[in-house]
Nanobody
Framework: QVQLVESGGGLAQPGGSLRLSCAAS????????VRWYRQAPGNQREFVSF???????NYADSVKGRFTIARDNAKNTVYLQMNSLKPEDTATYYC?????????WGQGTQVTVSS
């Protein structure tokens, strides 16, 4: 059974930082592409970043240069380091993996950027 658990969200001031974690069971992150998405109230879920099994990374233009995705194979965990946070980064953040054409999502972690 695949389970994804996000953590690390919270309240940050503009310009601050947070590090999100996505821990997995039932799937090896080192063998799969893992994505981060986010969804703000009233908005559609949007892509934030991915890391491939080979370590290739990609970012949405809105977070490029501020967010960094990384993976710890020993912990089977993917991280999203978020720096220079902006109020528009406020959203619930989800990690995602697709296995045999099926999407798996965590429960999400809330990030609020406000002074």
């Amino acid at each position: 059974q695949v389970q994804l658990v996000e953590s690390g969200g919270g309240l940050a001031q503009p310009g601050g930082s947070l590090r999100l974690s996505c821990a997995a069971s039932g799937v090896l992150f080192s063998s799969n592409l893992v994505r981060w998405y986010r969804q703000a109230p009233g908005n559609q879920r949007e892509f934030v970043s991915f890391i491939s099994s080979g370590g290739t990374v990609n970012y949405a233009d809105s977070v490029k240069g501020r967010f960094t995705i990384a993976r710890d194979n020993a912990k089977n965990t993917v991280y999203l380091q978020m720096n220079s946070l902006k109020p528009e980064d406020t959203a619930t953040y989800y990690c995602n993996v697709v296995l045999s054409s099926r999407n798996y999502w965590g429960q999400g972690t809330q990030v609020t950027v406000s002074s």
